[in-house]
């Protein structure tokens, strides 16, 4: 320990002694035509090479130089990029505006495409997914999603036919921090996972981080996903939107005052119940089944240091038979943010941070509800330090008060069938501080090292249990308000190297250690909307991952195709699994069912992606094993987790047929998720019941799928008679709108959603293997406008 | 509670229910190369609060692709004795059935089971504790969406009792058509009924017209109650594998349980 603070001070010390005279630039950048923040746009200096930095994700940039002429470049993925001579003999300031390729204005020429960021910059193990790649993938129902996108990329697994869930590197589906504007989202998919959350015309940006994951993010073990909400056009007014087969949505976006401040408001419905409408059966017609969201953001700027962001999401699923039972679940989530420039190189966010998850289950007919609970307040400051061409500081902290309401249970008439019972609120705090640093060590050689120190408390009030072996309640203890329970504190060091071998290839490698203390506990292998999130406590150990990566990373003929190979190495430590027969919805000794063991979990994925040219898509394939060991399953010895998969394969190619037809397709394979399987059967109470071995020591089938998609554009002009010239010329259509047909599952593969042994139902004393397959061929067509 | 696991199970039984009506979707029989267990004795035995009315079965596991008739264990020692000394010798009335005669539960008593065969020794206790009567049984028609056929009306049967108040108290609920067990494992705790006069539907068991149905009503000890619940929900699958059981033995499973059992009888009409 006293050896990485010696190495950290050491790494500081450079920028303490500064003689030279020095000036910055500073200023924001920002799409030309939305007036959106563009984050991640790189800044040169054409004479210094090596020398430069990055918008952060506000879009404000600081470079600090020695007094003189320079030239700087400005260059983005998809944007023109621009350049200036600037002379550096006072402080300056300059705002930014890019424009896109493929905004077509001939006027201006084109100079390049800042098409090697991935070689440059030290991210390892970050996958970063371009929304406009996402319109053009074929997804299930014609409903875009970021999510199952992200699924496609190596290290990224689905948890399941058409599901939004997923696993990183060999993680579980909670070991993924989920924020939206800053927002954790506890449960991030709609119905029964088929759909995330998110709906993608509302989202600016998105970053999963798989591994070195940067110190001003942690609490959970396998990835971090950051979701940026668009902040709305800044420019003019626009509505876009969409009818799709089971889902319209409609955005509407414009300037609170120009190029001051602008709103968004985007929101999305399903109605795959219209369907059910159709239905011969009295109840069916009764029936409910559909979800929504609404995103909203605004954002204004005060003066040149000051800018407020209010974001909030709010979205739900309902359910429902009539008045026989109704179930709805969804996440709100609110964040208030506060930039502040407190010099030109010094930015500072402050957060105030609201987020909950709920569900409510009324079963009418035995007159009663049931109704479950997290929240999460969060106070949250950061502050990214410009230092100079050489270094770039961020720290901060923040601290989360945490709210638990496992559940009540309450009647709804006189004679519902349960006591009004409440299992108890559990409480804790969550903080941290963290501080680190981007370090440019020589021309070639980049570093990013930090630390991060995270607290987790439990406290009162509460009956607090302790349990024994056998997980029975051995003892108890009441505490009050505000009283400790237990307390976690952990040092957490961050650590990313790139190398940079040419102009074409770099080497990377990194190393982070993270503390988990929610854990979610699943009632199901697909997750379900009743799954609980446990804080840790005097029984759960917090878990603890180290992760190492490695990465070589190239790019092939002029940046058009850019390849990739990582490998990674992960241990974790207090993983948790379940007792036999667990019982985890509404359950007060919940504790009790649990097991602590280890995990480990290694693999290497391969990345080639075709950049430039009409042709276009990616090839992502992964090896990988992810295994656990507990006392008290499989003797001891090493298995496979659920989530183990061996091989995962995603092919995605997209086509451009001229100018307004893009042809898109996406296959899948992977290897069957471990599984258990009966090895043997018998008979109690005159019916079957099977007889276990080993745990997770059977596969499910191999999973495999194609599916094909097409975009239409109509045409954006229109010809007319110009009446004064006489000639033809074209004239920008107000609308711009598109077709998008796409088949999911295009060759009918009967893939596995779950496999059941049991009685047939004709003659018990026989049993069957059943197989239930969910989605065969799935045409959908969907409708996209924009004015 | 196995309430709320039923209801997990509900849930998700609903949505995907909704999403094979909507979209398409189907099951068919696959065949699967299955690991084979080595056999394992099967011990089914339980003591009830009335004369005479109890058994020990005793079979074998077979492989899950196995459909030959079980079978059966014959020649075994099977005893059973109480905690004030009392033995009682349990004998073969048809292959792989022994019961006694003379052997009445009593509440409050603990219950001991000593099986010997094939030179193995088996062994499991169980407490009897007080019964809890059934105060009657009702009818209700199932939701017509889930009916299998439209113009076949479904319904439930519901057990109506009181909690026993002040004590913890464990259930368990079996159903009979026509004198045969139903499917499924109903066990529950007073957790969210404690003192109640409540209603419990037999879950997994659908009904029709004219049916006539026997509900047991027993009350049954803690280890009785987390084996079933485990049993239960471990097949349905969030943690497959073999429950936790007061069967003490090598390469044995099953249960053995001392109930109190009250028993009422209905025939389902509209």
């Known amino acids: 320990m006293k050896n990485t603070l010696f190495i950290f001070f050491f790494l500081l010390f450079p920028f303490l002694v500064n003689a030279q005279e020095k000036y910055t630039l500073s200023g924001n950048v920002k799409d030309?035509?939305?007036?959106?923040?563009?984050?991640?746009?790189?800044?040169?200096?054409?004479?210094?090479?090596?020398?430069?930095?990055?918008?952060?994700?506000?879009?404000?940039?600081?470079?600090?130089?020695?007094?003189?002429?320079?030239?700087?470049?400005?260059?983005?993925?998809?944007?023109?990029?621009?350049?200036?001579?600037?002379?550096?003999?006072?402080?300056?300031?300059?705002?930014?505006?890019?424009?896109?390729?493929?905004?077509?204005?001939?006027?201006?020429?084109?100079?390049?495409?800042?098409?090697?960021?991935?070689?440059?910059?030290?991210?390892?193990?970050?996958?970063?997914?371009?929304?406009?790649?996402?319109?053009?993938?074929?997804?299930?129902?014609?409903?875009?999603?970021?999510?199952?996108?992200?699924?496609?990329?190596?290290?990224?697994?689905?948890?399941?036919?058409?599901?939004?869930?997923?696993?990183?590197?060999?993680?579980?589906?909670?070991?993924?921090l989920i924020l939206l504007d800053g927002a954790p989202v506890y449960n991030a998919s709609h119905l029964l996972g088929f759909f995330s959350v998110f709906n993608s015309d509302a989202i600016k940006d998105l970053k999963l981080y798989k591994g070195g994951i940067p110190a001003e993010y942690g609490g959970r073990l396998s990835s971090v996903m950051d979701i940026v909400m668009k902040d709305g056009n800044s420019k003019k007014m626009e509505v876009s939107g969409g009818l799709g087969l089971i889902s319209s949505k409609l955005t509407v976006e414009g300037p609170i005052i120009k190029d001051k401040g602008s709103f968004i408001v985007s929101g999305r419905r399903t109605y795959a119940d219209v369907f059910l409408k159709f239905s011969s059966n009295k109840t069916q017609r009764d029936a409910s089944l559909y979800f929504y969201d609404l995103n909203m953001k605004a954002n204004y700027r005060f003066s040149e240091k000051d800018r407020v962001f209010l974001s909030g999401y709010f979205g739900r699923d309902n359910l429902g038979y009539g008045d026989a039972f109704g179930f709805n679940w969804g996440n709100a989530t609110g964040t208030l943010r506060w930039n502040h420039l407190f010099s030109d190189k010094l930015f500072s966010n402050t957060s105030f941070i609201y987020s909950q998850y709920n569900y409510k289950i009324e079963i009418g007919e035995a007159g009663f509800k049931i109704a479950s609970k997290i929240k999460d307040i969060t106070l949250k400051e950061d502050l990214d330090y410009f230092l100079n061409d050489k270094n770039k500081l961020k720290l901060g902290g923040a601290i989360v008060y945490h709210t638990f309401d496992p559940g009540e249970v309450s009647s709804t008439e006189e004679d519902g069938v349960f006591n009004n019972t409440k299992i108890e609120n559990r409480y804790s705090f969550e903080s941290a501080l963290y501080i680190s640093n981007e370090q440019k060590l020589a021309s070639l050689l980049t570093v990013t090292y930090g630390l991060r120190y995270s607290n987790f408390t439990q406290i009162g009030p509460g009956e607090i249990y302790t349990y024994d072996q056998d997980g029975k309640v051995s003892d108890?203890?009441?505490?009050?308000?505000?009283?400790?329970?237990?307390?976690?504190?952990?040092?957490?060091?961050?650590?990313?190297?790139?190398?940079?071998?040419?102009?074409?290839?770099?080497?990377?490698?990194?190393?982070?250690?993270?503390?988990?203390?929610?854990?979610?506990?699943?009632?199901?292998?697909?997750?379900?909307?009743?799954?609980?999130?446990?804080?840790?406590?005097?029984?759960?150990?917090?878990?603890?991952?180290?992760?190492?990566?490695?990465?070589?990373?190239?790019?092939?003929?002029?940046?058009?195709?850019?390849?990739?190979?990582?490998?990674?190495?992960?241990?974790?430590?207090?993983?948790?699994?379940?007792?036999?027969?667990?019982?985890?919805?509404?359950?007060?000794?919940?504790?009790?069912?649990?097991?602590?063991?280890?995990?480990?979990?290694?693999?290497?994925?391969?990345?080639?992606?075709?950049?430039?040219?009409?042709?276009?898509?990616?090839?992502?394939?992964?090896?990988?094993?992810?295994?656990?060991?507990?006392?008290?399953?499989?003797?001891?010895?090493?298995?496979?987790?659920?989530?183990?998969?061996?091989?995962?394969?995603?092919?995605?190619l997209m086509y451009a047929l001229g100018e307004r037809i893009k042809l898109s397709s996406s296959f899948v394979f992977y290897t069957g998720s471990a599984v258990t399987f009966p090895t043997g059967k018998y008979v109690v109470d005159n019916q079957t019941i099977n007889l276990y071995s080993d745990r997770n020591a059977s596969r499910m089938p191999n999973y495999h799928r194609m599916d094909i998609g097409m975009t239409l554009e109509n045409k954006k002009f229109k010809e007319q008679i110009n009446a004064e010239t006489g000639e033809m010329e074209k004239i920008k259509k107000k609308v711009e709108s598109s077709w998008n047909f796409s088949v999911y599952n295009l060759y009918g593969r009967e893939n596995a959603y779950s496999i059941d042994f049991r009685e047939n139902e004709d003659d018990p004393t026989k049993t069957e293997i059943i197989q239930l397959s969910l989605f065969k061929i799935i045409p959908s067509i969907s409708y996209n406008f924009r004015f | 509670m196995i309430y709320f696991n039923h209801i997990a199970t509900l849930i998700k039984t609903l949505l995907i229910g909704l999403f094979v009506l909507i979209f398409i979707s189907c099951e068919k029989k696959i065949d699967l190369d299955l690991e084979e267990s080595r056999t394992f004795h099967v011990v089914e035995a339980v003591v009830h609060d009335h004369l005479g009315d109890n058994y020990v079965i005793l079979s074998r596991t077979r492989p899950f692709k196995n459909n030959q008739p079980v079978e059966m264990i014959s020649n075994a020692s099977v005893q059973i004795k109480d905690d004030i000394g009392n033995t009682y010798v349990l004998y073969e009335s048809a292959p792989g059935y022994y019961s006694d005669t003379t052997l009445q539960g009593v509440a409050n008593r603990t219950y001991y089971l000593i099986v010997n065969v094939e030179g193995k020794t088996i062994t499991a206790e169980s407490e009897m504790n007080p019964r809890v009567a059934i105060d009657s049984l009702s009818v209700e028609e199932n939701l017509e969406a889930f009916w299998e056929n439209p113009n076949v009306p479904e319904y439930s049967v519901l057990c109506h009792f009181t909690d026993q108040a002040n004590s913890v108290n464990f259930y368990r609920v079996k159903a009979f058509l026509e004198g045969k067990q139903e499917k499924g494992f109903l066990a529950f705790n007073d957790e969210f009924i404690e003192g109640k006069s409540t209603r419990i539907p037999v879950f997994e068991s659908i009904f029709y017209q004219g049916d006539s149905v026997t509900i047991q009503f027993l009350t049954i000890d803690e280890v009785n109650y987390r084996y079933f619940t485990a049993l239960s929900s471990s097949q349905e699958g969030l943690v497959p594998g073999n429950p936790i059981t007061n069967i003490q033995g090598k390469d044995v499973v099953g249960y053995f349980g001392a109930y109190a059992k009250s028993e009422k009888s209905i025939i389902v009409t509209e």
């Open chain 1, 32 to 176: 030309a035509v939305d007036g959106e923040d563009l984050i991640g746009v790189t800044i040169l200096v054409k004479e210094l090479p090596g020398t430069g930095t990055t918008a952060n994700v506000y879009g404000f940039y600081s470079i600090t130089l020695p007094k003189g002429e320079y030239t700087i470049q400005y260059t983005f993925i998809g944007y023109k990029t621009q350049e200036f001579k600037l002379n550096f003999n006072q402080n300056l300031k300059k705002n930014i505006e890019l424009s896109t390729d493929a905004a077509e204005l001939e006027e201006f020429e084109v100079t390049a495409t800042r098409d090697d960021e991935n070689i440059g910059s030290t991210d390892i193990g970050v996958t970063k997914v371009d929304m406009r790649e996402i319109e053009s993938i074929p997804v299930l129902f014609g409903e875009r999603d970021v999510m199952k996108t992200l699924q496609l990329m190596p290290g990224v697994k689905s948890s399941g036919e058409g599901g939004a869930g997923f696993f990183v590197r060999g993680g579980g589906a909670d070991q993924n």
């Open chain 1, 476 to 652: 108890s203890t009441d505490y009050k308000s505000w009283e400790s329970v237990v307390s976690y504190s952990a040092i957490e060091p961050r650590f990313a190297l790139n190398y940079i071998l040419n102009e074409l290839s770099s080497i990377k490698a990194s190393y982070s250690r993270s503390n988990q203390y929610l854990h979610l506990l699943s009632n199901s292998s697909s997750g379900s909307p009743i799954d609980a999130w446990m804080p840790s406590s005097n029984n759960i150990k917090p878990e603890v991952a180290d992760q190492v990566s490695l990465g070589y990373f190239k790019n092939l003929k002029n940046n058009t195709y850019e390849f990739s190979v990582e490998t990674y190495y992960k241990i974790l430590q207090n993983a948790i699994d379940y007792r036999t027969g667990a019982e985890v919805t509404l359950n007060a000794t919940v504790e009790g069912e649990l097991l602590y063991g280890e995990g480990r979990a290694y693999g290497l994925e391969f990345f080639l992606k075709k950049k430039k040219g009409d042709f276009t898509g990616w090839l992502s394939y992964t090896l990988a094993r992810t295994e656990k060991k507990f006392e008290e399953v499989n003797k001891n010895t090493w298995y496979p987790a659920k989530q183990d998969r061996t091989h995962d394969v995603s092919l995605v």
